[in-house]
């Protein structure tokens, strides 16, 4: 017979399963409260999706290779949202850039591109630079933290570095 047919293994490679955001060893996993609810409906999303994936049973190597990758995706999650330490931004100090800050940055520099930057200080799974959210472990939320308005702060950006003046600081 023909090796052309005979069926071969379905499994063929591994499935790749797409890494959460990137927490440093040792390092709390803060979250704000919408962050946490944003973990949690994440969470009932995917078991949704787990749940439509094992009623399908019309190709059975596909569904296999999905749920595989879904249970590995709801392992990681679970795992994040046990590890979480949720942090309200209205207990932190007003007058001091502490995670889950607005922070408003002025550029001092004249021939800066980007004369203003208005970010907030969240989680990693929450930051999102379409959004305005920079994760706290982020260079620029690290070298923000801790000051306070008017205070001025040098910012690496790759081989470039600008100087920027804490504008405003708010916690919603």
Not at 2 to 20: L, N, Q
Not at 107 to 129: C, M, N, T, Y
């Amino acid at each position: 017979m023909s090796r052309a047919f005979v069926k071969e293994d379905d499994a063929g490679e591994p499935p790749i399963i797409p890494s959460r955001a990137a927490l440093p060893p040792g390092t709390p996993n803060y979250v704000t409260p919408q962050g946490l609810a944003d973990l949690r409906t994440e969470l009932e999303d995917l078991e949704a999706e787990r749940t439509r994936t094992d009623a399908n049973h019309d190709d059975e190597a596909n569904r296999t290779r999905q749920l595989s990758i879904i249970n590995s995706r709801l392992n990681a999650l679970n795992q994040r949202i046990a590890s979480a330490k949720p942090v309200d931004p209205r207990n932190q100090p007003p007058d001091e850039v502490r995670f889950g800050a607005t922070v408003t940055l002025t550029s001092l520099d004249k021939a800066a591109k980007v004369k203003q930057r208005i970010f907030q200080i969240v989680g990693v799974d929450e930051a999102s630079v379409e959004a305005g959210k920079i994760a706290f472990v982020a260079p620029i939320a690290r070298a923000v933290s801790g000051k306070k308005p008017g205070e001025i702060v040098t910012l690496r950006l790759g081989r470039q570095e600008e100087q920027v003046k804490i504008s405003r600081i708010v916690y919603e």
